[in-house]
Structure formats: structure tokens, C-alpha cells
């Protein structure tokens, strides 16, 4: 079965470069989520989107934006990247308005490295 | 808010033992869901079990099963017959899947380690 794709699976940037991370959901799902997670942390809820429109927003910096196209895959684009920002970045992604709404499936995930 | 709390940063068990996983949880929400996902090494988050919050009867994988204390605000889950392939970062989770707003809420996890 298909699952959420992610790319890059890794990414190599320094300071103040920007990057672009991509998020394919599952599909037929139509809400994705981005989640940062540090090196030993819990992960970080950064911003979701539902139907192409943001739904909630986290812990995410200015510095970062994100959409959903109108084919549901999502990007979220990193500008003046700091070391903090070093980590792994997950995607997941859910149908709305069925019990798999309370399921989300997570990507491999994109690691983030700024040098 | 919704908060998700796990007491044991770390664990380790013999290979074959039953191990308990603790979570506790926060919210003033009836209808809600709770998640246990593994994370093992390859760091790829996979979920291992799912309890919906009306459901009075523990959820059950296999070897995973959980217990569920909605009044207590509880979720602990257990792995018996423990395999060397469960050694694994676990986070509990949360979710109020209301409109649009319901985001997982991940706990600090619990870093499991099975012992040979």
C-alpha cells in the first residue's frame, strides 16, 4: 500500500540558505501535518493543513511557511536557516471525516542538517 | 490544553519479559483518541496501537496491549513475550479530532531497551 512520501530523506544546507521539504500524503488524504523533531526530543507539532488551507499552527518559526497544493502534497520552505534548525522533519498525513481521521501515518521523514 | 506525560525516560528488560510503558494525560475533552507509537532507531515513527476514548475494552496487537483508566486518565501499554526488535523510542499520544484542530500531541517518550 502507498504511504506518505517524503523528500528529500536527507539534507545537507548551511546558515542562512534556505531549504525545501516535500510531503506526498497518502492518497486520498486530505490533511497534512509537519512536525520537527530535535535530536532526543519528543516530536514538535509545526503547522497542519486540511482541504489546502492552514488548519493550526504550532511551535514554527516566521522563518518558515508552508502550503498545500491542490494536488495535497505539502512543502514547507525554510529561510535563513540557523544550526538550530537541525532535525528531523515528519509529515503525516489523515482523511478527515472517517475513523482513519484519528489516524495519521507518518512519513520516513526528511534530516535536516545545517552546517 | 491537552498535555501527554511519560514518568520513565528509560527502560530496559530481558528479552522475553512483559514490560509496562506509562502514559498519563490531560484534557477536559470526552471524546478523544490515544496512540502509542514506536520509534526504533531508523527513527521512522510506526504505530504500534490505537484506543478510542468511548471504548470501555482495552486495545490489543499481538503482543502490544494497553490499559485504559479514562477516569484515572491512564494509558499504559504492555509488550509481553519482549523481542529484541522492540527496542525502541516509544511516545504516547493525543488526539480531540474536533473540526480541524487535532493535532497529535506527543509525550517526551520512553527509550526501551531489550536486553539479549
Known amino acids: 500500500a502507498a504511504g506518505v512520501i517524503q523528500s528529500p530523506r536527507h539534507l545537507i544546507k548551511e546558515k542562512r540558505e534556505t531549504a525545501t521539504l516535500k510531503c506526498y500524503p497518502i492518497p486520498r488524504h486530505d490533511t497534512v501535518y509537519w512536525y520537527q523533531q530535535g535530536p532526543g526530543q519528543d516530536p514538535q507539532f509545526l503547522i497542519s493543513?486540511?482541504?489546502?488551507?492552514?488548519?493550526d499552527k504550532g511551535s514554527i518559526p516566521d522563518r518558515f511557511s508552508a502550503q498545500q497544493f491542490s494536488d495535497y502534497h505539502s512543502e514547507l520552505n525554510m529561510s535563513s536557516l540557523e544550526l538550530g534548525d537541525s532535525a528531523l522533519y515528519f509529515c503525516?498525513?489523515?482523511?478527515?471525516?472517517?475513523?482513519?481521521?484519528?489516524?495519521?501515518?507518518f512519513g520516513q521523514g526528511t534530516r535536516l542538517t545545517v552546517v | 490544553a491537552q498535555t501527554v506525560t511519560q514518568s520513565q525516560p528509560e527502560m530496559s528488560v530481558q528479552e522475553a519479559e512483559t514490560v509496562t510503558l506509562s502514559c498519563t494525560y490531560d484534557?477536559?475533552?470526552?471524546?478523544?483518541?490515544l496512540f502509542w507509537y514506536k520509534q526504533p532507531p531508523s527513527r521512522q515513527m510506526i504505530l504500534v496501537i490505537r484506543?478510542?476514548?468511548?471504548?470501555?475494552q482495552n486495545a490489543t496487537e499481538n503482543r502490544f496491549s494497553v490499559n485504559f483508566q479514562k477516569a484515572a486518565k491512564s494509558f499504559s501499554l504492555k509488550i509481553s513475550d519482549s523481542q529484541l526488535g522492540d527496542t525502541a523510542m516509544y511516545f504516547c499520544a493525543f488526539i480531540h479530532p474536533v473540526n480541524r484542530d487535532d493535532k497529535i500531541i506527543f509525550g517526551k517518550g520512553t527509550r526501551l531497551h531489550i536486553l539479549p
Open positions: 503525516a498525513s489523515s482523511l478527515k471525516g472517517t475513523v482513519l481521521n484519528t489516524e495519521a501515518f
Open positions: 493543513f486540511y482541504e489546502k488551507m492552514q488548519s
Open positions: 484506543q478510542e476514548a468511548y471504548k470501555q
Open positions: 484534557t477536559s475533552e470526552n471524546n478523544y483518541y
